[in-house]
């Protein structure tokens, strides 16, 4: 691992610290508002753990030992060397396992292995971004109870106004909000740490924790509650999977400084100190972390925790958006309308649909479970599922992509996955209880990435029935030359080496053809970004025709105009955005059409596709200069 300190004599950089601070605030929210509910339901009386000075070390050697293992050692330590092109997450974690199997083993169950790995993960997120939101935003709001009963009443309404709030602001994009995240968050983990330390001055016999004997006592004298205290114990740990995901966006270095320098100290500390709370006064048990503020800082301190839980529910929504991009882009699923919101920040994007169905979902959850405790009972469990995903492609990476000692790797392995699993087993308790819902949410998720994948799949295979190998048609073309137009036309295929449907309606329609033709095939490819030197294939068939392929990586915007720019640029072929029309098809696919799929796939395949967007907004085609035909397969 690189160093992550300053070198004696050396001044830390302020662009570097800068990023440090912003990553505190993006990456850590969710994590960094897990002591406002995490200890609470530790000891959670439905346990059935006594409230004795042994199990509260216990639990907090628990907490400490878990923040040590899971986030520190194998995501700060490990996973964030994983990066592909600078780029972190489960789906950019998924394409470097599967260079790595290509590399050495291209059987094609391992490379499945690999692909439903990386969407399992992919799909629990899903469930997470619907529930973080609202167990955040309820836990923080819970708060006013503390000072006074009178508030009981409004908590419910007072939550979803600012859910609601939150949902509608997202068309404005982050980048206005996330100037302010970072200083939020240094004053959110500061006060975090000065709450806790009060405490830990008070009574420093909780840092006996610190000692993992007291993790082991706790689960060696508490057997038959210790898989559920392990589930709630899980809670202190949910959002470490985002220092992976956010790589892309600050880079290792900096996510490992915040981590260091005030994230963990602060979380420790605040853990700590509700631990010490309790331990000398038990009533505090209802709500520990207000608890720990004087009398006349509880409602500042919800109003901060507030401002804390919806940067957290924003990060998790951001995700979503990222994620849901990546995914289209990858075939998983059909093309959704993005709206850039930043014309510097590439990631920054907005999709309304996803905004909708995640504020709809969020909304019931607080409605129907009505508090945060409720919630916990349902939070956690895709998480742990997501983690296990990501220690085995990390493997599958460390072993055959980086060439570590096979010894080492199935070592570290076994030692992550046991504790993957055995959260992942706790929570499992919680299915009941309301845990089958993150669990419903990815398991619909999974069947639209497979349904959407296949029936793209079948689509393309009826597709070839018709196909028209375009080399031939060129050189008939000269032998029986049509009419020709001036200006530029560019078909949309995603057979290059086929003529496109749309060419060749409108040349039996309107029997003419542009001076220069385009064959234009967009593919996407599993790097997050592809150099400019790279990212176009140009093949001159002659007769004024050009068969292009333009590559792109998941995290770009396929954009078909600026791609035009670029072949221009680099070919010096005379392309005018105002004498240069976009030709496209789109095909209508009705239940009964895919014969290998069953009808109610074929019917929710058939409805996706329906109400995708028109590849015009996909591709940032110019609407004034698109024509679009239509096909049946």
């Not at 004599?9 to 406002?36: F, N, Q």
């Not at 700590?272 to 972390?289: E, T």
């Not at 059909?334 to 850039?340: D, E, H, K, S, T």
């Amino acid at each position: 691992m690189k160093s992550i300190t300053v070198p004696a004599g050396e001044p830390a950089h302020p662009a570097k610290a800068a990023l440090a601070l912003t990553a505190l605030g993006v990456v850590y929210g969710d994590i960094g508002t897990s002591p406002l509910y995490a200890f609470r339901e530790c000891l959670n009386p439905e346990h059935g753990v006594p409230l004795t000075p042994d199990s509260v070390l216990g639990i907090l050697s628990l907490v400490f030992w878990a923040l040590t293992l899971i986030v520190t050692v194998k995501y700060v330590v490990f996973v964030l060397r994983a990066d592909h092109d600078g780029e972190g997450g489960i789906m950019a974690l998924q394409a470097l396992a599967r260079h790595a199997v290509l590399q050495s083993d291209n059987r094609p169950w391992v490379l499945a292995l690999v692909a439903w790995l990386g969407l399992t993960g992919t799909a629990m997120f899903y469930g997470d971004s619907i529930i973080t939101p609202a167990i955040s935003v309820l836990s923080a709001v819970e708060g006013l109870n503390v000072a006074t009963p009178v508030f009981d009443a409004y908590v419910i309404p007072f939550t979803l106004v600012i859910l609601v709030a939150l949902f509608l602001v997202q068309k404005f994009g982050t980048g206005a909000v996330g100037r302010v995240f970072g200083p939020v968050m240094l004053l959110w983990f500061i006060v975090l740490g000065v709450l806790g330390l009060r405490q830990v001055a008070a009574d420093p016999s909780v840092l006996q924790a610190l000692n993992p004997w007291w993790a082991v006592h706790f689960l060696v004298t508490h057997q038959a509650q210790s898989l559920a205290v392990m589930g709630s114990v899980f809670l202190a740990v949910t959002g470490g999977e985002a220092l992976y995901a956010d790589m892309g966006h600050f880079g290792a270095r900096a996510i490992r400084q915040a981590w260091f320098c005030v994230a963990l100290p602060a979380l420790v500390l605040c853990y700590f100190g509700q631990g010490a709370l309790v331990l000398h006064d038990p009533a505090a048990i209802d709500n520990p972390f207000f608890r720990l503020a004087p009398a006349w800082g509880v409602v500042p301190l919800v109003v901060l925790a507030s401002l804390a839980t919806v940067i957290a529910s924003q990060a998790v929504i951001s995700g979503a958006y990222s994620l849901t991009a990546q995914a289209m882009r990858m075939g998983y699923l059909p093309r959704l309308r993005i709206v850039q919101t930043s014309g510097t920040a590439m990631g920054q994007v907005y999709l309304p649909a996803v905004n909708w169905l995640l504020m709809l979902g969020v909304l019931a959850l607080v409605i129907g479970f009505r508090s945060s405790s409720a919630l916990g009972a349902a939070y956690g469990i895709a998480v742990s599922v997501t983690m296990v995903t990501t220690t085995m492609l990390a493997a599958l990476v460390a072993r055959r992509l980086w060439g570590w000692n096979r010894l080492a790797v199935a070592i570290g392995s076994v030692f992550f996955l046991a504790i993957d699993l055995l959260f992942t087993f706790a929570n499992s308790l919680k299915i009941a209880d309301g845990g089958w819902l993150p669990l419903l949410v990815a398991a619909l998720v999974m069947g639209l990435f497979t349904t959407w994948s296949r029936g793209r799949g079948l689509v393309h295979e009826l597709a070839q029935a018709d196909r028209v190998d375009l080399a031939p048609f060129v050189h008939s073309l000269l032998q029986d030359p049509p009419h020709r137009v001036r200006g530029t036309a560019v078909f949309l295929t995603s057979e290059p080496d086929s003529v496109p449907h749309a060419l060749l309606h409108n040349l039996k329609h309107n029997q003419v053809l542009h001076q220069r033709i385009v064959i234009l095939k967009v593919q996407p490819t599993d790097v997050p970004r592809v150099p400019p030197g790279q990212r176009l294939q140009v093949t001159e068939l002659g007769d004024g025709f050009w068969q292009v392929v333009a590559r792109h990586g998941f995290m770009e915007v396929p954009d078909v105009p600026e791609f035009m720019k670029l072949l221009s640029y680099q070919r010096g072929i005379p392309l005018e955005a105002m004498s240069t029309s976009y030709f496209t098809s789109r095909e209508t696919v009705a239940t009964g059409h895919l014969k290998a799929m069953s009808r109610p796939r074929q019917a929710v395949f058939a409805w996706l596709h329906r109400n995708s967007s028109r590849s015009s907004d996909y591709f940032c085609l110019p609407e004034n200069r698109v024509v679009e035909f239509g096909r049946r397969p």
